[in-house]
């Protein structure tokens, strides 16, 4: 007899061989088995009398009048346009433009506080202390930048608020 | 009914404007859709009203249809997403794979089937009754690989899975199709053997 972990080695190695999946040499290995042992021939014709059966199964149909009824659903309808085209790129374009000139500046500003010639180790290599954070954070930009961050966190919340208000309204 | 037509061929004439195209598709994959929506909500006339959700939805959004996978295996993921949206508003509960509540959901409607055995001897409907006796998850790996006749890396990719895993998972599924069979339909089953 085999082990459960036999059993369904062989019965994995005979479904292959059975969808047609095996390579070359697993295919020989099994038709000399099943030429050559009772157990694998009869495992083989238990499992191709299985797949013989599941294979005469049909789809389900619908009722008669299913496309007709398709069919009246849609004439009322157009093709929506494909989400490609109404993606407009110059915007995606501006805005990764738009964070990527900014970690550009901040590294730019940062690599000019290295003094590169310094020899003392005891000192870091970048000063902190000598930044000068009120000049970035006073720049109208940044600014600008942290406002339009609040808007859209807020208009997230928002989303997330009315979601939430829509899930646990009771229908009327 | 069936024009002989590639269903890239039949989109583009869908795209182009010629909607009475579309019956063409809807032809060939209502069965497709229907059985697999049937998989998921077990109630025929809801099943109905699914599958033809999924076929407007699907020609709404027709124009995404890009053409690198097989028009099934998107049709496949308009319907999951359709079937899925439908129990959740029906507040259905979505079985998982190892939900212990499934089996017993099937197990107690396996003795209703029973009595209804002798009617119904074939072998065809023995082995659509034996497939909705199994866990949701093996009853569509079995309807896409035999029903579908879906290759396992095309259900692979339907099911985002590795092909190896999707291999063993059909294994699995049809060992234990074939062990409610002969748990269930033994007479039937000494007769095919």
Known sequence: ??????????????????????????????????????????????????????????????????????????????????????????????????????????????????????????????????????????????????????LLGLVLLDRILANKRKRFQKPI | MSTGLGDNEIISRVLRGEQGAYADLVNRYQGYVFTLVLRMIKSREDAEEVAQDVFVKTYRSLA??????????????????????????????????DNEKVFEVADSRDSGFRANMIEQKSRVSMVNRAITMLNPDDAEIITLFYKAEQSLDEIARILKIEVNTAKVRLHRARGRLKEKMERHFTEEIKNIY
Not at chain 1, 46 to 54: G, I, N, T, W, Y
């Open chain 2, 64 to 97: 995404n249809f890009r053409g690198e996978s097989k028009f099934s295996t998107w049709l496949y993921t308009i319907t999951n997403t359709t079937c899925i949206t439908f129990l959740r508003k029906k507040k259905l509960e979505v079985h998982s794979l």
């Open chain 1, 1 to 150: 007899m085999w082990s459960m972990n036999q059993q369904e080695n062989i019965e994995q190695q005979l479904w292959s061989y059975i969808d047609g999946i095996s390579s070359n040499e697993e295919k020989m290995a099994v038709e000399r088995l099943i030429a050559t042992s009772v157990e694998w021939k009869n495992k083989y014709h238990e499992l191709l009398d299985v797949h013989k059966l599941m294979s005469t199964v049909e789809l389900e149909q619908p009722s008669m009048r299913f496309t007709k009824n398709v069919m009246e659903e849609i004439a009322k309808l157009h093709i929506a346009p494909a989400a490609k085209n109404y993606i407009n790129k110059k915007i995606i374009w501006s805005i990764a433009s738009f964070f990527i000139l900014l970690i550009v500046g901040f590294l730019i500003y940062g690599f000019a506080q290295v003094d590169w010639n310094f020899q003392d180790d005891s000192k870091p290599l970048i000063d902190f202390s000598s930044f000068n954070y009120g000049k970035i954070f006073n720049n109208n930009l940044v600014n600008l930048f942290m406002m339009v961050n609040v």
